[in-house]
């Protein structure tokens, strides 16, 4: 994988909340969503809509990233941009709605990074090619990280039966 920056360095407990405010639950198109993608930090979001962050950029966070709210929304904005998130860990619904989505995701309990850090995923961890460090991953299933890498369920079930026709 290639080199890329943290774009964004979160604490613990981000809420779904924080990463797709509640007032715009109206808005469920994948293609919509990601406009109002941390809509309260408004440096955050107007990078995002003016196309300053690269896909394949890093949001880095801690422990319980995505906890709250059931929202699928939450993963969808996230993934609309292209964007991985290196969490220490991740919420059990935020989790399952990420590999739904198709959401770029590495658990990686031990991370440590700050914004503007250049990362590298390789050989089952993270490489902080800033700090020098390293961290190891913990990999998801394979049957999960292979819907992850379809682009989620949907695409992912839609290669399954045009395989069995």
Not at 50 to 75: M, T
Not at 147 to 164: C, E, H, N, V
Request: hydrophobic share 45%.
């Amino acid at each position: 994988m290639a080199i890329a920056r943290v774009v964004c360095k979160l604490g613990d407990d981000v809420s779904t909340d924080i990463i797709y405010p509640g007032r715009f639950m109206a808005t469920v198109l994948p293609t919509e969503t990601p406009q109002y993608a941390f809509a309260d930090d408004k440096a955050l979001n107007a990078k995002l809509k003016a196309g300053e962050i690269p896909p394949g950029s890093f949001i880095v966070a801690g422990k319980n990233f995505g906890c709250g709210s059931s929202r699928e929304q939450a993963a969808s904005c996230i993934s609309g941009y292209g964007i991985i998130v290196i969490a220490r860990h991740f919420a059990r619904i935020f989790l399952q709605n990420s590999i739904n989505v198709g959401l770029a995701m590495v658990i990686c309990p031990t991370i440590d990074a700050a914004e503007g850090d250049e990362l590298e995923i390789a050989e089952g961890r993270v490489w902080n090619r800033t700090s020098g460090k390293s961290f190891p991953i913990e990999a998801l299933p394979q049957a999960r990280q292979a819907i992850i890498d379809a682009g989620g369920l949907i695409p992912y079930t839609r290669r399954l039966l045009t395989k069995q026709v």
